[in-house]
C-alpha cells in the first residue's frame, strides 16, 4: 500500500480523534449533536477508505450504515427528543471544560504509549489505526463520566461505538454478521435509552442527574 | 593555586565577622564588614575565573581540620569553579548592596557578624571534596543564613518563618548525610575521590538519588519541599534574600549536580523523568503562587522556585540523554541549565536589590500600598524593569538564551527510545512554555503596580531615591544582564569545560561562529544572534523616533486621563495586585487554589461598601505539612505521658528495657 | 549583495503593504455588511492625521509611556522582516528563529501591557490584565506548534520549514492540518479579532487591546496602530510561508522570479484579510471568560499534533 494511502487513512483517523475533542469542546447540546453527526460521518469516511484499499466490499455497508443511522437518522432523532422533552440546552460539566480537555490529552497520550509499545511487530497501519480507536474509546467514555445532561451522555456513548467500530475495521477481516449485531445493538440502546428517557421526565420533571441523584432511598 | 586563593578569602570573610561581632554596635562596624566581604569576594571571584577559564588543571588544598584521620579536603575543577563564580559575583554585589542598604538597618549587631559567615559557608561548600567537610560547610551556611532570618524577630511572622526554615533544613542535611553515608559504602570512605571510583548498585544508587533530591531540591525549592522558601526569604534583610534566593538556591543545585551527575554516574532513564516532572510542576506552581502574591518580596520568592523549576527541567533533560548515550544533547540541556543558573542568580538579585531600595524608600512591601513610584525613583525603576524584562525570558536580554536553549534540547527528545521519555518530555516542553508566559504575566503585576500608576499611600508618594553603592550595584547586574543575553557565545564558550567534564561533549565552539550567534546544534536546525536583535531593536526604534519627529508634528500637552466624565482623583480607583491577577486567578486558581470569590453586596439603601473576599488554599501544605504537623503533634501528646511517671515506673521501663535487649541477644546469638 | 536587496526590500514592503490589509480587512468586511465601507487607503490617511496632531498626555505619565510606541514598534518591525513573505533568502534569518519571533513578539505585549498601567486608571488595568490572561494560553499554544512544525521539519528556522514544506515528501499529515487551526486561533487572539477582541469596540467590558492604548494620541497613537497593522501582517505573511509556500522564492533567482513571489504574496495577503473579514463576519465576540478554553483548545491541539507525530510514519 503507497504511502498516500497510508497517509490519508491517518488522516481520517486522526480527524475522528480530532472530532471527538471537538465535542468535549461544546458547551451546548444542538452543536454536541452536529458534532456528533460530523463524527460519524468522518468514520464513514474512514471505513470506506479502508474498504477501498483492503480491498473489502462488505464494509461499504458499514459505511453506508454509519451514514444514514449515526450520521442522519441518529442526530434528528435526538434532535426531536431534545426538543419534545424541553431540556435544558446548556451543557453542565463536571470539572470544566479545560481540565476535561486536559484530561483528554492525558488519555490520549496513555492510550498511544500503551498500543504503540504493545503492538509493535504488527502492520502499520493497523497499529496506527488501533491506538487511535482506543483514544477514542476513551475520550468518548471521558465524556460520559463528566457529563451531567443524560443526553450527552449518551452521546458520548455513541462515539465510543464509533471507536470501537474503528478499531474493528482497521484489523482487516471484520465480519459482516458482527456489524450488523453491532448496529442492532446501538439500535436497541438507544431505543432503550430514549424510552427511559421520557420515563424518567415524566416521573421528575427532569433529565439531570445530578437531580435524579436526590431521590437515592433513605440518603438526603 | 586557585584553591588556595579561595580559602584565603574563606578565612578573611570569617575574621570580617570576628570584627563584625565584636564592633556590631559601632556606626563604622557597617562599611569595615560589608567593605572587606566585598574585597574578599571579588578576589575569590577571581581565583574562581581563572580555575574555570585557565590552564591549569583542578587544584586541591587540604586543611588538618575536622576529623584526624580524613583532615578538610577541598577542590577546584571546573564544575566548582563555576559555582564559585556564581557565588562570589552575587556576594561581591550583595556587600557592595550592603554598604548603601546597612545604614538603615535597624539591628546590626544581628546582620553583620552572620552575613560573612554565610558568604564564607557557600563558598566552603562548593569547594569542598569530601563528604564531612560538605555537610558541615552545609549547616555553616543553613544556620547562619536562619541567624540572618531571625534578625528581625520582632516583626510579624519572621519567627514562624525562620522556624520552619530550621526544620526544613534539618530535614534536608540529614538526608544528604544519608546520601553520603551510602555513597561512602561499608568501608566508609568519605573523600570525593573514593566515591567517584565506588560503584553503587541500583538500590543503592536509587535510594541516594532520592536522598539527593529530598535534601538538595528542599534547600533548592523543589515543590513540595518548597514551604521554607517563601516564608524564609522575605524575612531576611533584602541583601540576604537576594542571597539566598538568588545564590544559595544554586549552591544546592550544585549539591545536588555534584552527587547525582559527577558522584552516582549516570542514573538510569526512568529517574531523569522524576526529575523532569518534577521540574515541570515546580515551575508551573511556583508562577501561579507568585502570580496571587502582593507582598512584593514574597512574590520573587515563589518566583525563585519556578526558576528552580526550569533548571530542573534542564538537568532531567540532561540526564535523560545521558542515560541513552546521546552526549552532544545532554551538553545542550545541561549547559541550558548551567546558564540558566547564572541568569537566574544575576536577575534574582537585581530584583531582591531593586525591592529593598523600594522597602528603604517607603517603608512598604506590600504593593497594595506603592503605585507611581517611576517618578520618585527613576534610577531604581529602571534597574528593576531591566531585571523584569530579563526574567520575563524576552530578546535580547539574557533570560530568553537559557529559555531558548532548554527548548533546543527539549526539541532532540524524538530520538530518545523510550516511549515514556517521548510522551513525557513534550508535556514538560508545554509545562515550560507555560510558566513562562505566566512569568511575563507576573513580572508585569510586580511592575506595574509597584512602579507605574499613581501612589496609593503617601509613603510612596513621599519616597525618594536610594544611595549611591544600591544603584551601582543595581545597575550592574543591569549591565550584566544585558551582556550576557547579547554576547551569549562567550557564557557557552566558557561552560564547556564543566559540561564536558559532566557528560563528556560540549556544545560546538560559539566564538567560531561568525556575527557572534550562538549555533546550538547545526547552523540550518536553529541559531540565534542576541547582539544584532538589540542592535536591530535600536536601531529601529531610533529610526522610528527620528522620521517621527523630523516629519510629525513635535506638539505635546499635559491633561488629565480619561475618566468617562466621572472623575475621580483617588488613587483607590486603579487595579490593584489583585484585581490584575483575577483573570488568571479564575482561569488557573479554581483548580489550582481551589479559589472561590465571595461577594456580599450590602442590601440597597445601606451605604456600606460591598466586601469582595478571595478564599485560596495551599494544596500543598494542607495535603501533606498540615497532617504530618498534626500527627507529630498527636503522637508528642500521647508520648508526653513519659514525663509524669513515678519512680517505679522508670525503674520498671529500664528493667524491662534490659530483659527485651538481653532476649535479643539470646535469639540471635 | 543579493541577499541584503531582498532583506532590504521586505523591510520597506511590509511596511507599506501593513495599512493596505488593514483596510483591505475593513472594506471586505463593510461590504458583507452591506455598507459601502471606507476607502482601501483610508488607514494611511488616519496615519496621516494621526502624525499632525498633538500629543494629548496625562499628568502622570511617565517616561516608559512616551518611549513604549517606538519600542512597541521597533521590535514588530524586526520580527516582521524576518518572516519570509516573498523569499526565503534574507540577509539575517538567522538571527531570529521561530522560538525568537514568538518571543519578540512577547516583548511586544509585554511593553503594551505596562503602558496600559501607567497612567493609573481602570481602563489601562482591564485591557493589561486581560491581555496577559489571554497571552498565559497563547504564548504556549504558538512555542507548541513551533514543536510540532519543528519535529516535521528538523529545524526551527522559518526558511528551511518553508523549504522543507514546499517539498514532497512531507505528505498529508493531519498534525499539519491540527497545526493550522492552532495557529489561526492564536494569531485571531494576538491580532485582538473576534472572537476573542473586538478591534472596533471602546466599550470596557469588550476591550482588550483598545484599553491598554486607550490613553494614546497623536503620533503615539499612530506609531502603535501601524505595530498593530505589522503584527496582523505578520501573522498572515507567517500562515502563507508554513502552509502556502508556493511562490516563495529561493536563493539565487532572478529579477522574473522575485516579482512572480510578491505578486504571489500579495495573493495570499488578500484572501487571508478576505478569510479573517468573513470569519469576523459570521462569529459573534466569545465571553472573556470562553477565550481561555478556546485558547485552551489551541495548545491542546499543538500538543495532539506532536502525539500524534509519533504515530505517522517516519518518526
Given at each position: 500500500m503507497s504511502l498516500l494511502d497510508f497517509d490519508i487513512a491517518h488522516l481520517f483517523a486522526g480527524g475522528l480523534v480530532l472530532v471527538s475533542f471537538m465535542m468535549i469542546y461544546q458547551d451546548r447540546l444542538y452543536a454536541l449533536l452536529n458534532v456528533f453527526a460530523l463524527h460519524s460521518i468522518v468514520l464513514a469516511f474512514s471505513v470506506g477508505w479502508q474498504a477501498y484499499i483492503q480491498d473489502a466490499p462488505h464494509l461499504y455497508i458499514t459505511t453506508a450504515i454509519a451514514i444514514v443511522f449515526k450520521g442522519i437518522i441518529i442526530p434528528v432523532a435526538l434532535h426531536r427528543i431534545i426538543q419534545r422533552l424541553g431540556i435544558h440546552r446548556e451543557i453542565e460539566t463536571v470539572i470544566g471544560i479545560g481540565p476535561t480537555m486536559v484530561l483528554g490529552i492525558g488519555f490520549v497520550a496513555l492510550s498511544l504509549a500503551v498500543m504503540l509499545r504493545v503492538t509493535a511487530e504488527a502492520d502499520r497501519l493497523a497499529r496506527e489505526d488501533v491506538a487511535l480507536a482506543l483514544s477514542v474509546v476513551l475520550l468518548g467514555l471521558l465524556m460520559m463520566v463528566t457529563r451531567r445532561n443524560a443526553v450527552s451522555q449518551v452521546v458520548g456513548f455513541m462515539s465510543t461505538e464509533n471507536g470501537l467500530i474503528l478499531a474493528a475495521t482497521g484489523a482487516k477481516g471484520m465480519p459482516f454478521v458482527v456489524e450488523i449485531s453491532v448496529a442492532f445493538s446501538v439500535l436497541v440502546a438507544f431505543v432503550v435509552i430514549g424510552i427511559f428517557l421520557f420515563r424518567i421526565r415524566e416521573r421528575f420533571d427532569t433529565v439531570d442527574v445530578q437531580a435524579l441523584d436526590r431521590f437515592r432511598g433513605t440518603q438526603e | 593555586m586557585s584553591a588556595t586563593l579561595v580559602l584565603w578569602c574563606v578565612g578573611v570573610l570569617l575574621a570580617a565577622a570576628a570584627i563584625g561581632t565584636a564592633t556590631a554596635r559601632l556606626a563604622a562596624a557597617g562599611p569595615i564588614v560589608y567593605g572587606t566581604s566585598l574585597v574578599a569576594s571579588v578576589l575569590a571571584l577571581g581565583g574562581a575565573?581563572?580555575?574555570?577559564?585557565?590552564?591549569?588543571?583542578?587544584?586541591?588544598?587540604?586543611?588538618?581540620?575536622?576529623?584526624?584521620?580524613?583532615?578538610?579536603?577541598?577542590?577546584?575543577?571546573?564544575?566548582?569553579?563555576?559555582?564559585?563564580?556564581?557565588?562570589?559575583?552575587?556576594?561581591?554585589?550583595?556587600?557592595?548592596?550592603?554598604?548603601?542598604?546597612?545604614?538603615?538597618?535597624?539591628?546590626?549587631?544581628?546582620?553583620?557578624?552572620?552575613?560573612?559567615?554565610?558568604?564564607?559557608?557557600?563558598?566552603?561548600?562548593?569547594?569542598?571534596?569530601?563528604?564531612?567537610?560538605?555537610?558541615?560547610?552545609?549547616?555553616?551556611?543553613?544556620?547562619?543564613?536562619?541567624?540572618?532570618?531571625?534578625?528581625?524577630?520582632?516583626?510579624?511572622?519572621?519567627?514562624?518563618?525562620?522556624?520552619?526554615?530550621?526544620?526544613?533544613?534539618?530535614?534536608?542535611?540529614?538526608?544528604?548525610?544519608?546520601?553520603?553515608?551510602?555513597?561512602?559504602?561499608?568501608?566508609?570512605?568519605?573523600?570525593?575521590?573514593?566515591?567517584?571510583?565506588?560503584?553503587?548498585?541500583?538500590?543503592?544508587?536509587?535510594?541516594?538519588?532520592?536522598?539527593?533530591?529530598?535534601?538538595?531540591?528542599?534547600?533548592?525549592?523543589?515543590?513540595?519541599?518548597?514551604?521554607?522558601?517563601?516564608?524564609?526569604?522575605?524575612?531576611?534583610?533584602?541583601?540576604?534574600?537576594?542571597?539566598?534566593?538568588?545564590?544559595?538556591?544554586?549552591?544546592?543545585?550544585?549539591?545536588?549536580?555534584?552527587?547525582?551527575?559527577?558522584?552516582?554516574?549516570?542514573?538510569?532513564?526512568?529517574?531523569?523523568?522524576?526529575?523532569?516532572?518534577?521540574?515541570?510542576?515546580?515551575?508551573?506552581?511556583?508562577?501561579?503562587?507568585?502570580?496571587?502574591?502582593?507582598?512584593?518580596?514574597?512574590?520573587?520568592?515563589?518566583?525563585?522556585?519556578?526558576?528552580?523549576?526550569?533548571?530542573?527541567?534542564?538537568?532531567?533533560?540532561?540526564?535523560?540523554?545521558?542515560?541513552?548515550?546521546?552526549?552532544?544533547?545532554?551538553?545542550?540541556?545541561?549547559?541550558?541549565?548551567?546558564?540558566?543558573?547564572?541568569?537566574?542568580?544575576?536577575?534574582?538579585?537585581?530584583?531582591?536589590f531593586g525591592s529593598g531600595a523600594v522597602l528603604t524608600a517607603t517603608g512598604e512591601r506590600d504593593m497594595e500600598h506603592l503605585g507611581g513610584l517611576i517618578h520618585r525613583m527613576p534610577l531604581t525603576a529602571f534597574a528593576f524593569l531591566v531585571g523584569c524584562v530579563a526574567i520575563s525570558a524576552l530578546p535580547p536580554l539574557n533570560g530568553f538564551v537559557s529559555e531558548w536553549l532548554t527548548f533546543q534540547a527539549i526539541l532532540q527528545s524524538p530520538d530518545l527510545p523510550q516511549w515514556g521519555l517521548k510522551i513525557l518530555i513534550p508535556g514538560v516542553g508545554a509545562l515550560l512554555a507555560l510558566s513562562a508566559a505566566l512569568a511575563a504575566a507576573c513580572f508585569v503585576k510586580a511592575f506595574g503596580v509597584t512602579f507605574l500608576g499613581r501612589p496609593r499611600s503617601p509613603a510612596a508618594a513621599n519616597a525618594r531615591e536610594v544611595d549611591r553603592f544600591s544603584l551601582v550595584a543595581m545597575f550592574a547586574f543591569a549591565a550584566l544582564c544585558l551582556l550576557a543575553g547579547i554576547l551569549p557565545g562567550l557564557v557557552i564558550d566558557g561552560l564547556a569545560p564543566v559540561v564536558s567534564g559532566l557528560v563528556g561533549d560540549r556544545m560546538p565552539v560559539q566564538l567560531a561562529v561568525p556575527w557572534l550567534s550562538i549555533v546550538p546544534i547545526a547552523e540550518p536546525r536553529s541559531s540565534y544572534n542576541g547582539l544584532l536583535i538589540f542592535l536591530f531593536i535600536t536601531l529601529s526604534a531610533s529610526l522610528a523616533v527620528y522620521a517621527i519627529h523630523r516629519f510629525a508634528s513635535r506638539a505635546l500637552r499635559r491633561a488629565p486621563p480619561w475618566d468617562c466624565g466621572f472623575p475621580d482623583p483617588r488613587p483607590i480607583t486603579q487595579y490593584t495586585a489583585g484585581s490584575f491577577a483575577q483573570p488568571i486567578r479564575r482561569v488557573f486558581g479554581t483548580s489550582v487554589f481551589l479559589a472561590r470569590e465571595h461577594v456580599e453586596m450590602s442590601p440597597p439603601g445601606d451605604r456600606r461598601p460591598a466586601r469582595l473576599t478571595v478564599k485560596l488554599h495551599d494544596l500543598v501544605w494542607e495535603t501533606l505539612y498540615a497532617p504530618v504537623a498534626a500527627a507529630v503533634d498527636a503522637t508528642a501528646g500521647r508520648l508526653n505521658i513519659l514525663q509524669f511517671q513515678t519512680i517505679r515506673r522508670y525503674l520498671s521501663l529500664v528493667v524491662a528495657v534490659l530483659v527485651t535487649l538481653l532476649l535479643v541477644l539470646a535469639i540471635w546469638l | 549583495m543579493h541577499d541584503l536587496a531582498v532583506q532590504g526590500g521586505q523591510l520597506l514592503l511590509v511596511l507599506l503593504m501593513a495599512p493596505l490589509l488593514t483596510g483591505f480587512v475593513r472594506k471586505v468586511k463593510a461590504r458583507l455588511l452591506r455598507r459601502q465601507g471606507a476607502s482601501i487607503i483610508q488607514p494611511y490617511r488616519d496615519l496621516a492625521r494621526l502624525l499632525q496632531k498633538d500629543v494629548v498626555l496625562a499628568d502622570n505619565a511617565s517616561w516608559l509611556f512616551r518611549l513604549a510606541p517606538y519600542l512597541i514598534f521597533a521590535a514588530t518591525w524586526v520580527a516582521a522582516a524576518l518572516v519570509p513573505t516573498f523569499a526565503t533568502s534574507l540577509l539575517f534569518n538567522w538571527t531570529a528563529d521561530l522560538i525568537a519571533i514568538a518571543a519578540l513578539l512577547g516583548s511586544v505585549r509585554f511593553f503594551l501591557a505596562l503602558a496600559g498601567l501607567d497612567v493609573g486608571t481602570s481602563f489601562g488595568g482591564i485591557g493589561s490584565s486581560r491581555e496577559m490572561m489571554i497571552a498565559s494560553l497563547a504564548e504556549p499554544a504558538i512555542l507548541m506548534i513551533v514543536f510540532t512544525l519543528a519535529l516535521v521539519a528538523k529545524s526551527t528556522q522559518l526558511s528551511t520549514i518553508s523549504d522543507v514544506m514546499l517539498s514532497a515528501h512531507v505528505g498529508l499529515r493531519i498534525s499539519l492540518g491540527l497545526v493550522l487551526v492552532g495557529l489561526i486561533i492564536v494569531a485571531i487572539a494576538e491580532n485582538a479579532r473576534i472572537p476573542v477582541d473586538n478591534p472596533a469596540t471602546h466599550l470596557e467590558l469588550t476591550m482588550v487591546h483598545e484599553a491598554m492604548i486607550l490613553e494614546y494620541s497623536g503620533r503615539h497613537l499612530a506609531v502603535i496602530e501601524l505595530a498593530a497593522s505589522l503584527k496582523l501582517l505578520l501573522y498572515v505573511s507567517l500562515i502563507a510561508c508554513i502552509f502556502v509556500p508556493w511562490g516563495l522564492v529561493g536563493a539565487g533567482a532572478g529579477l522574473g522570479a522575485y516579482l512572480l513571489g510578491s505578486a504571489a504574496w500579495v495573493v495570499k495577503l488578500a484572501v487571508g484579510g478576505a478569510l479573517l473579514a468573513l470569519f469576523e463576519t459570521l462569529t459573534a465576540k466569545m465571553r472573556v471568560f470562553r477565550v481561555p478554553v478556546f485558547l485552551g483548545a489551541a495548545l491542546m491541539l499543538g500538543l495532539l499534533g506532536t502525539l500524534l507525530l509519533f504515530v505517522s510514519r517516519g518518526l
Open positions: - | 575565573v581563572d580555575g574555570l577559564l585557565g590552564p591549569a588543571p583542578p587544584s586541591s588544598a587540604t586543611l588538618p581540620l575536622g576529623l584526624p584521620w580524613l583532615g578538610a579536603h577541598f577542590r577546584v575543577d571546573a564544575l566548582a569553579a563555576f559555582f564559585l563564580i556564581v557565588v562570589n559575583l552575587g556576594s561581591a554585589a550583595a556587600s557592595l548592596y550592603g554598604l548603601g542598604y546597612g545604614r538603615h538597618e535597624s539591628a546590626p549587631h544581628r546582620v553583620l557578624p552572620f552575613f560573612p559567615v554565610f558568604l564564607a559557608g557557600m563558598n566552603l561548600v562548593v569547594l569542598a571534596d569530601d563528604a564531612f567537610t560538605f555537610l558541615l560547610s552545609w549547616e555553616f551556611m543553613s544556620l547562619s543564613s536562619w541567624a540572618l532570618v531571625m534578625a528581625h524577630h520582632r516583626v510579624g511572622e519572621n519567627v514562624r518563618a525562620a522556624y520552619v526554615y530550621l526544620i526544613m533544613a534539618s530535614f534536608g542535611t540529614l538526608c544528604l548525610l544519608l546520601a553520603f553515608a551510602l555513597l561512602a559504602g561499608v568501608d566508609g570512605a568519605y573523600g570525593f575521590e573514593a566515591m567517584r571510583a565506588h560503584h553503587a548498585g541500583p538500590v543503592t544508587a536509587a535510594l541516594v538519588l532520592t536522598f539527593a533530591l529530598l535534601g538538595a531540591g528542599s534547600k533548592a525549592g523543589l515543590v513540595p519541599l518548597h514551604v521554607w522558601l517563601p516564608l524564609a526569604h522575605p524575612a531576611a534583610p533584602s541583601h540576604v534574600s537576594a542571597l539566598m534566593s538568588g545564590v544559595m538556591t544554586k549552591v544546592a543545585v550544585y549539591g545536588f549536580i555534584r552527587i547525582v551527575l559527577d558522584l552516582l554516574g549516570a542514573p538510569e532513564w526512568g529517574w531523569s523523568m522524576v526529575v523532569l516532572a518534577l521540574g515541570g510542576i515546580t515551575s508551573v506552581l511556583g508562577v501561579l503562587y507568585a502570580l496571587m502574591q502582593h507582598d512584593l518580596k514574597r512574590l520573587l520568592a515563589y518566583h525563585t522556585v519556578e526558576n528552580i523549576g526550569i533548571i530542573f527541567i534542564g538537568l532531567g533533560l540532561a540526564m535523560a540523554f545521558q542515560a541513552n548515550q546521546v552526549t552532544w544533547a545532554a551538553a545542550l540541556a545541561l549547559t541550558a541549565a548551567l546558564f540558566h543558573v547564572l541568569n537566574h542568580s544575576l536577575f534574582k538579585s537585581l530584583l531582591f | -
